[in-house]
């Protein structure tokens, strides 16, 4: 039996911040996306609250600073990742609010734009 896997696709800006996250971190990132596109969820993926069903945080701890990669499954038939960041220890483990604004509106237009 061989699993469907999806493809995996990036908004812009996302697949640009995200290879300024070094060499390791990129890595694992991958790895993680590989797993869900295979229909499973990586140990470091959980789901984002507050931003509906299928919306998933990849948070990748790192030595001083945290690595955050923000994916959609249920957007057609391809996996979107719609936002990556790296996440200065302000606020503990939360997500800052300008983040979740900009993923809540980067995950409303790719949904207009999928239709």
């Known amino acids: 039996m061989t699993r469907q896997t999806r493809p995996v696709s990036w908004v ?3 697949l640009k911040e995200f290879r300024t996250f070094p060499e390791d971190a990129q890595a ?3 790895t993680a996306l590989t797993i869900a596109a295979e229909g ?3 140990d470091i993926a959980k789901p984002m609250r507050g931003l509906g069903s299928g919306v998933f945080e990849i948070a990748l701890p790192n030595k001083r600073d945290a690595f955050r990669v923000i994916y959609a499954l ?3 038939e391809e996996i979107w ?3 990556a960041f790296q996440k200065k220890s302000t606020q503990g483990i ?3 609010k300008r983040e ?3 993923i809540s509106d980067r995950l409303k237009r790719l949904k207009e ?3």
């Open 74 to 76: 249920q957007l057609g």
């Open 100 to 102: 979740i604004e900009l």
């Open 94 to 96: 939360k997500t800052p």
């Open 40 to 42: 499973g969820k990586s």
């Open 113 to 115: 734009t999928l239709r």
């Open 28 to 30: 694992i990132c991958l």
């Open 12 to 14: 812009n800006a996302a």
């Open 81 to 83: 990742v719609v936002h």
